[in-house]
């Protein structure tokens, strides 16, 4: 990340839920304008950390920066300005049942613009042509497969133009070609947008592809951040363990 400018701050982060230490002195740069890709086993505190980013959760102590501004000190009026800037993709899409892809789409865009029915209706379009979704205006997600639901829900995300998007596991329970056709679309969204991503996901070879940058959590502090090849290449047990799937080693099994 060594020359990037950074869009996301974390200093020194702790989180506790009751007993349970979940996020222990965390400390990262979310490089501007890149994709960085946070891995880790389930419950070592990486969607804990991706709701901080957005101010979902506050700390108990530390910071979180959001372009030099500290969210954690904001009030819920600051704080919703300051969310504007973000998209969120929900592990499974989080479509409202009620509304067709098209209303799905439109629905941050008739709450938070002064744009025109013609207007929104033209911005949908486009948003779905994006996505690979032509012709999908009028599904209810219920009539969708998986893959085209993580595509409406990415048009969703990005209708509001966001500078920063965060990515909840987008390839869970998708077949592995569909898996493939995601991540691209992800790979390709980034570039063309410039966008600043940060994905959650258990996909390494997903991680891989998509991510500038990647981090590994471990029982809630961070062992290893990097290039994909500096993770592939590692020398740590933990990551050599969780990147080569091995049952034995440093990381508990059960």
């Known amino acids: 990340m060594t020359g990037q400018s950074t ?66 000190r904001l009030n819920e009026l600051a704080l919703n300005q300051i969310r504007r800037q973000f998209g969120m993709l929900f592990q499974d899409a989080a479509l409202f049942d009620s509304m067709n892809v098209r209303d799905n ?33 009028h599904k209810m997600p219920a009539e969708l497969s998986g893959g085209m639901r993580k595509r409406a829900g990415l048009a969703r995300a ?12 987008p390839t869970t329970g998708l077949d592995p070609i569909m898996t493939r056709a995601i991540n691209t679309l992800l790979q390709e969204t980034q570039a063309r947008l410039g966008l600043t991503m940060v994905i959650i996901s258990h996909d390494l070879e997903g991680a891989y592809q998509v991510g500038h940058n990647m981090v590994m959590l471990s029982k809630g502090r ?4 990097g290039s994909p090849d500096a993770i592939k290449n590692s020398q740590d047990e933990r990551v050599r363990q969780f990147v080569e799937a091995r049952l034995s080693g440093p990381l508990e099994v059960g």
């Open 105 to 137: 789409v439109a629905f941050a865009l008739r709450e938070h613009t002064a744009l025109s029915p013609a207007q929104i209706s033209e911005k949908v379009r486009g948003l779905l042509a994006s996505v690979g979704l032509n012709g999908a205006e």
């Open 7 to 72: 869009a996301i701050e974390i200093k020194n982060l702790y989180k506790s839920f009751g007993p349970q230490l979940v996020l222990d002195d965390v400390s990262l740069n979310i490089a501007k304008g890149q994709t960085t890709v946070i891995i880790g086993r389930s419950g070592d505190g990486k969607s804990v950390l991706l709701k901080h980013m957005i101010g979902l959760l506050k700390p108990d102590k530390g910071q979180v920066l959001v372009n030099g501004r500290d969210i954690t």
């Open 158 to 169: 990005l209708a509001l133009n966001p500078d920063i998007l965060l990515i909840d596991e």
């Open 222 to 225: 961070i062992i290893a951040s």
